[in-house]
């Protein structure tokens, strides 16, 4: 059964970081494109970061120079480090795998940001 699990999220006051995991499992992550989006109540899921199938990073401008995206394909892994955090990075944090004729999306995983 193809699976996406998301860990690593929590509480953290405002500059700390963070960094969230996109565990793959039923599948291999390494042709696939590999999205984290963010959802807040009341907001529809807005994209953060993005790494396409040969490894090119994506950023949302509110995010450059702050978070990285990175594949391990050994561990069938995608990381993203999330550094200077603020409190408008609150949120759910999911990831999504993509290919051509598959989409995957795990539960998802809380980062709030907050002094």
């Known amino acids: 059964q193809p699976q996406l699990v998301e860990s690593g999220g929590g509480s953290v006051q405002p500059g700390g970081s963070l960094r969230l995991s996109c565990a793959a499992s039923?599948?291999?992550?390494?042709?696939?494109?590999v999205g984290w989006f963010r959802q807040v109540p009341g907001n529809g899921r807005l994209g953060i970061s993005c790494?396409?199938?040969?490894?090119?990073?994506y950023h949302a401008d509110s995010v450059k120079g702050r978070f990285t995206i990175a594949r391990d394909i050994a561990k069938n892994m995608v990381y993203l480090q999330m550094d200077n955090l603020k409190p408008a990075d609150t949120g759910v944090y999911y990831c999504?795998?993509?290919?051509?004729?598959?989409?995957?999306r795990g539960q998802g995983t809380q980062v709030t940001v907050s002094s």
């Open positions: 999504n795998a993509k290919s051509f004729n598959r989409n995957y």
């Open positions: 790494i396409s199938s040969d490894d090119s990073a």
């Open positions: 039923g599948f291999t992550l390494d042709t696939y494109a």
